[in-house]
């Protein structure tokens, strides 16, 4: 049953025109991100950034480094789509993407973690081997049939994001229409919309489209009978969502993926009609079919569980922000804070309060993200501590902070009598300087 469910030969065209689609975004991503200058605001103008904690090396390529390193990603980009070195390019590709991706945390959206995953899928399959340079230079990797589990990786991918992002909307923000509200505010001033975005039943419509959209697009695209009806939802639903958020490549990323969920014939059809079509379906049982199961089986395992670990950790993730990241929690909430650090001298025990003034280490963005985000602010703490470490200063670091989540009464956020300069990062379990709140009604919360 295992070896035809995984391992039964199907026509390979739907990969092959998959791989030139995301060839060209992944180009398009980088070279985008030269051109929009969102190299210069993100990684040239601060003057460190907010890694994954760990991950300390890595910084940004000083001078215009990071240009010429997002001018060869796109250059990567460009040779998966045409096929050229296609395993050595899209390795490269993904291994650069991921110093990017660990490198900053301002900037972070869950749609760079997507792409992060699809570029490790893409790297193991056989997207090479039909309509390609590296077929023309070498006709014995020709192939028009691939496993039936090159599709299944990629569907039950998505299916696990979307359905995560659909539940993930079940709390009450969400379900009044606040969220819906609030991001439709910041959008009062786009041309034609904006004014339509701002009613009542747009907050609506936006609420229960997005919730049934995650939680059933998948399903719908599977079943032949509402696949076209499904396919034209999607168009509005990514086309909307490029429109009024901006989010790049991602949308059309979403579209192309569609070509998983069409029939083969159709796609073979559509895009390469030149192309034999693979109709044998052969079962072959590969010699990697042991270590494929146990790869795959850790994968999804990671994939399921790890969105789910925010259960584990005391306090609601939408206020710790502990379990939020990875997990497909996705433009839930809007956030907004207030944060003053400051310095004692410890050997000093008549040490006055110096302040800090964050406008001298931080960028813009990098301000919004340290006043709200609780990794963030420790880090910060961690480096005033080396800076004074270096002028022969031992330093105790406070910080007062009061974050809103949703509109809400700001609070206090961190325990202002702990030295976030001297307690470790717990990345496995709460960290208990980040103040929990029980559940109160919404009309305490409210300013």
């Known amino acids: 049953m295992i070896n035809r469910w995984l391992f039964t030969q199907i026509d390979n065209s739907a990969l092959i025109i998959f791989r030139v689609f995301f060839g060209f975004l992944i180009a398009a991503e980088a070279f985008g991100a030269i051109f929009t200058g969102w190299i210069k605001r993100t990684l040239i103008e601060p003057e460190f950034t907010f890694n994954f904690i760990g991950l300390d090396f890595l910084q940004p390529l000083p001078g215009n480094g990071m240009y010429f390193y997002f001018a060869v990603m796109g250059v990567f980009g460009l040779l998966v789509m ?47 081997n039909y309509f390609s340079i590296d077929v023309k230079r070498k006709p014995s990797l020709k192939k028009i049939a691939m496993p039936r589990w090159c599709v299944l990786l990629i569907i039950a991918q ?90 790049g490549i991602f949308p059309y990323m979403s579209l192309a993926f569609t070509v998983f969920f069409f ?101 813009k963005k990098q301000l919004r993200t340290v006043s709200t985000k609780p990794d963030a602010m420790w880090q910060f703490a961690q480096r005033l501590k080396k800076e004074y470490d270096t002028k022969g200063k031992d330093v105790a670091v406070y910080v007062k902070s009061k974050v809103s989540v949703n509109g809400k009464k700001h609070r206090d956020f961190i325990d202002p009598k702990v030295d976030l300069a001297s307690v470790p990062w717990n990345y496995f379990a709460t960290n208990p300087w980040i103040i929990k709140y029980p559940e109160v009604n919404d009309s305490e919360q409210k300013e």
């Open 158 to 247: 998505l299916w696990i994001v979307y359905t995560y992002a659909s539940v993930a909307k079940l709390y009450p923000d969400w379900l009044d229409y606040t969220v819906a509200k609030n991001l439709m505010l910041g959008k009062i001033n786009y041309p034609i919309v904006g004014q339509l975005l701002q009613h009542h039943w747009s907050h609506i419509s936006i609420t229960y489209f997005g919730i049934l959209f995650d939680l059933l697009i998948v399903p719908l695209l599977l079943w032949r009978k509402t696949r076209f009806t499904a396919f034209c939802m999607s168009i509005f639903f990514h086309l909307f969502n490029s429109i009024v958020f901006q989010i």
């Open 263 to 363: 029939s083969r014939e159709r796609m073979h059809q559509v895009f390469m009609k030149k192309k034999e079509f693979y109709s044998d379906n052969e079962i072959i049982v590969p010699s990697y079919k042991k270590p494929l199961l146990i790869l795959a089986s850790i994968w999804f395992v990671i994939q399921i569980a790890l969105p789910l670990r925010h259960w584990v950790i005391p306090g609601d993730v939408l206020w710790t922000e502990e379990g939020h990241r990875m997990s497909w929690r996705m433009m839930l909430r809007g956030r907004s804070g207030m944060t003053n650090f400051y310095i004692l001298d410890k050997n000093d025990p008549n040490a006055k309060k110096k302040y800090v003034n964050k406008n001298d280490y931080l960028s």
């Open 82 to 128: 045409i096929g050229y070195k296609y395993r050595w390019s899209i390795i490269a590709y993904t291994i650069m993407w991921a110093g990017v991706y660990f490198m900053q945390k301002s900037s972070y959206n869950n749609h760079y973690y997507l792409l992060f995953l699809l570029l490790i899928m893409m790297s193991v399959l056989p997207a090479g």
